[in-house]
């Protein structure tokens, strides 16, 4: 090896001086020396295996859940199944189904219902609209015969009626009301409108207060069991963790020690496990002799000597590794396990505070519901029976009260019309209300036609006060239309929402019903079953997970020194080690270009997709595999390694290339190498020659030399 730097540095020196005898051309006539050829410079591709740390998954996985809350009933299959589309995997029991089914049919019934209504108003009552329309059009026929008759009498002036009509056919409305409310409360019962609106209402609270009771009861049996498995797993994390500082350190771990993360914690006992674990560490290097117990240590020493000098596989036992390095299947590492242990108590111990945080606001919900429910049964409770009890005399007074003034709005009215019409005081009104008896009772009588003549000014007092009646009772009736159309159209409003409102809970009822059993989404295998006959479950509760095996992927990470030869497209080898083995062709499906950096490793996430052939079945819990990427850098320059070299750190690396005839010392800026190959990416030209020393390389070493210059 000396020889050959020397060498080396004895032409590198006589190209040196040559080249500042011609004026920095560096040039050599030497002869090459033995053990040195020229070796062209070619275009080809540099092929490497890129390992991936990665693991295996199914990407066509789907996960089935149940639509509603229940109690399982069938389970009909089992982890590791077969099972094509549609196969039934689980369902509700009996009980729960029937319950679906019974309030999907009451969901239809409300539905139908909703639906006939609805077409019962979509054309309009024939016998309301006619009593309407034929009270306005008699209205209408004696308001204008009123009116011809006054005519007749009276040159007639424009009247301005809106305001003075519509405060009449306010107060007549209200004087109707009032003399119903009153004869029902005379007779000692409340109208049938107020006592249907209060059984209405406490019915209504009684199905609220069994809703929030069923509500109550189920959000306390679902969260009561989401505590007891939260508490189950934390404890099981907990254990756990204690006996992995019982297997690897002989140590009852405190519950502060738990707390702490594995690194912080032996450092604050001064542990370094590489150290302790080593078979030279004179402590434990005692042989078959176990080493004495050392007061100033947290672990055991009879523990760390029995796995330093007994156990048989002490070789594949690491006391820390990167979190990037590859770790065959046969290889412990101490570190790695205490920090997943870790992470697992730490991921339980804060699923039960979520949990316990949800089941308090839950049920502490669900309980204000119910108690809200449980008030507004007692409030509606008293109030109906108070209804069927009768009216007190207070309550007849007060409907009284409520007649007469309707009774004196109605006059108000009235006179006001008057005014509106003759220009007449109130008290003239009063007056020509007492003449308009007088006349009414003089025609009723025998009378002559001299005793007419006579009452002229009667007659015309007698033919308004008609037209202004007639014309009252008109606006009435118009109004009375009105409002037959109004209410139609609230009326159709409201059914149309409510058979709206019934569809939706009929489509959510059959999605219930249709989610009361399980069924295979495709032809797959059955990953995992997590119900048993009998289970509480709810739409959140994971029951089956089925995979598509013909498909799997292993995602992982790609060192960054590596990253280079990896591009979508590539081949890659997959080896199952469960399998004896086997070694599936895989396909580059994915290359992250955003680096990832962990504890100061830099990397770059993969996807590696592999079509399982027929014949071959993946189990769905496989843990060892190793995954080689076959990477490749093509069309690039390349050169052999041996001819590049650097004279001192820091400075460039350079050939001695052949040109018209004499060598010359030329810089280079070099890619990756492999293989004893170096991608060159500037500096020399493809064909060209290079001086090669040791002799070791041959032009048919090259990999996957192609191209112009493979000649």
Do not use: C
């Given at each position: 090896m000396r020889t050959k730097i020397a060498s080396r540095n004895l032409l590198l020196g006589a190209v040196a001086l040559i080249a500042v005898a011609c004026g920095g051309?560096?040039?050599?006539?030497?002869?090459?020396?033995?053990?040195?050829?020229?070796?062209?410079?070619?275009?080809?591709?540099?092929?490497?295996?890129?390992?991936?740390d990665g693991a295996l998954v199914f990407p066509k996985t789907t996960t089935l859940k149940f639509e509603s809350s229940g109690v399982v009933g069938d389970v009909m299959t089992a982890e590791g199944d077969r099972v094509r589309a549609g196969d039934v995997l689980v369902t509700f029991d009996r009980l729960g189904m029937a319950r679906l089914e019974k309030s999907l049919a009451e969901g239809?019934?409300?539905?139908?219902?909703?639906?006939?209504?609805?077409?019962?108003?979509?054309?309009?009552?024939?016998?309301?609209v006619a009593q309407a329309r034929a009270a306005a059009a008699k209205a209408a026929i004696a308001a204008d015969d009123a009116s011809d008759r006054y005519d007749d009498l009276v040159d007639p002036k424009e009247l301005q009626l809106a305001s003075v009509e519509n405060a009449i056919a306010t107060a007549?409305?209200?004087?109707?009301?009032?003399?119903?409310?009153?004869?029902?409360?005379?007779?000692?019962?409340?109208?049938?409108?107020?006592?249907?609106?209060?059984?209405?209402?406490?019915?209504?609270?009684?199905?609220?207060?069994?809703?929030?009771?069923?509500?109550?009861?189920?959000?306390k049996l679902v969260w009561e069991d989401r505590l007891r498995i939260a508490k189950e797993d934390a404890d099981d994390g907990r254990e756990n963790y204690l006996d992995l500082f019982?297997?690897?350190l002989g140590v009852e771990a405190t519950q502060a020690e738990l707390e702490e993360e594995p690194q912080d914690l032996f450092e604050a006992w001064g542990l370094d496990l590489d150290v302790t674990f080593d078979?030279?560490?004179?402590?434990?290097?005692?042989?078959?002799?176990?080493?004495?117990?050392?007061?100033?240590?947290?672990w055991r020493e009879f523990t760390v000597w029995a796995w330093v000098n007994l156990y048989p596989g002490y070789r594949s036992i690491r006391g820390t590794c990167e979190n990037t390095q590859f770790l065959g299947a046969s290889v412990r590492c101490i570190q790695r396990e205490f920090d997943a242990e870790f992470d697992l108590f730490d991921a339980v111990k804060d699923t039960l505070i979520t949990v316990t945080d949800g089941a308090s606001k839950a049920i502490g919900s669900a309980q204000d519901a119910l108690t809200a429910a449980q008030d507004k049964v007692l409030d509606t409770q008293d109030d109906f029976k108070d209804i069927t009890d009768g009216p007190d005399q207070g309550e007849i007074l007060e409907a009284a009260s409520r007649?007469?003034?309707?009774?004196?709005?109605?006059?108000?009215?009235?006179?006001?019309?008057?005014?509106?019409?003759?220009?007449?005081?109130?008290?003239?009104?009063?007056?020509?209300?007492?003449?308009?008896?007088?006349?009414?009772?003089?025609?009723?009588?025998?009378?002559?036609?001299?005793?007419?003549?006579?009452?002229?000014?009667?007659?015309?007092?007698?033919?308004?006060?008609?037209?202004?009646?007639?014309?009252?009772?008109?606006?009435?009736?118009?109004?009375?239309?009105?409002?037959?159309a109004d209410v139609h159209r609230q009326q159709l409003i409201a059914a149309e929402a409510a058979v709206q409102a019934a569809q939706e809970i009929v489509d959510e009822l059959e999605d219930d019903l249709e989610g009361g059993v399980l069924h295979a989404p495709f032809d797959g295998v059955v990953a995992f079953v997590n119900a048993e006959k009998d289970d509480q479950?709810?739409?959140?509760?994971?029951?089956?997970?089925?995979?598509?095996?013909?498909?799997?992927?292993?995602?992982?990470?790609?060192?960054?020194?590596?990253?280079?030869?990896?591009?979508?497209?590539?081949?890659a080898n997959v080896t199952f080690h469960d399998l004896q083995g086997l070694v599936l062709e895989g396909v580059v499906a994915f290359v992250s270009r955003v680096p990832r950096t962990?504890?100061?490793?830099?990397?770059?996430?993969?996807?590696?997709?592999?079509?399982?052939?027929?014949?071959?079945?993946?189990?769905?819990?496989?843990?060892?595999?190793?995954?080689?990427?076959?990477?490749?850098?093509?069309?690039?320059?390349?050169?052999?390694?041996?001819?590049?070299?650097?004279?001192?750190?820091?400075?460039?690396?350079?050939?001695?290339?052949?040109?018209?005839?004499?060598?010359?010392?030329?810089?280079?800026?070099?890619?990756?190498?492999?293989?004893?190959?170096?991608?060159?990416?500037?500096?020399?030209?493809?064909?060209?020659?290079?001086?090669?020393?040791?002799?070791?390389?041959s032009t048919s070493q090259a990999p996957d030399i192609g191209g112009a210059g493979s000649g």
């Open positions: 051309e560096q040039v050599s006539t030497l002869q090459l020396e033995d053990g040195q050829q020229l070796v062209p410079v070619r275009l080809g591709n540099l092929a490497k295996d890129i390992p991936v239809r019934m409300a539905l139908s219902l909703a639906l006939n209504d609805l077409n019962k108003l979509k054309i309009p009552n024939p016998e309301s007549l409305i209200e004087l109707d009301d009032a003399e119903e409310d009153f004869e029902d409360l005379k007779n000692g019962k409340f109208p049938d409108d107020i006592v249907r609106d209060a059984r209405n209402a406490f019915t209504f609270a009684q199905t609220e207060l069994d809703a929030a009771k069923r509500t109550f009861n189920d959000a019982r297997y690897w078979r030279a560490n004179p402590a434990y290097a005692t042989g078959f002799n176990p080493a004495e117990e050392n007061p100033d240590t947290r007649l007469g003034l309707a009774k004196a709005d109605l006059e108000e009215a009235e006179k006001g019309l008057a005014e509106v019409i003759l220009d007449v005081s109130p008290q003239e009104f009063d007056r020509a209300q007492a003449a308009l008896a007088a006349a009414r009772a003089r025609l009723d009588g025998p009378t002559d036609d001299a005793d007419r003549a006579n009452d002229k000014a009667l007659d015309v007092e007698l033919a308004l006060a008609e037209r202004t009646l007639a014309e009252a009772k008109l606006l009435a009736a118009r109004i009375q239309v009105l409002g037959v479950v709810d739409e959140e509760s994971r029951i089956v997970d089925v995979v598509d095996p013909s498909v799997v992927e292993v995602r992982g990470v790609v060192d960054a020194s590596n990253i280079g030869f990896v591009i979508e497209g590539a081949l962990e504890r100061g490793i830099v990397s770059f996430a993969v996807t590696v997709r592999v079509e399982v052939p027929d014949g071959i079945e993946i189990p769905v819990r496989l843990t060892s595999i190793s995954t080689a990427i076959v990477g490749q850098q093509t069309g690039v320059l390349l050169v052999p390694r041996d001819a590049i070299a650097v004279d001192q750190p820091g400075s460039p690396p350079t050939v001695m290339v052949l040109r018209e005839g004499s060598i010359v010392l030329q810089d280079v800026v070099t890619g990756e190498s492999h293989d004893g190959w170096t991608v060159i990416r500037s500096g020399l030209r493809q064909g060209e020659d290079v001086v090669v020393n040791g002799g070791a390389t």
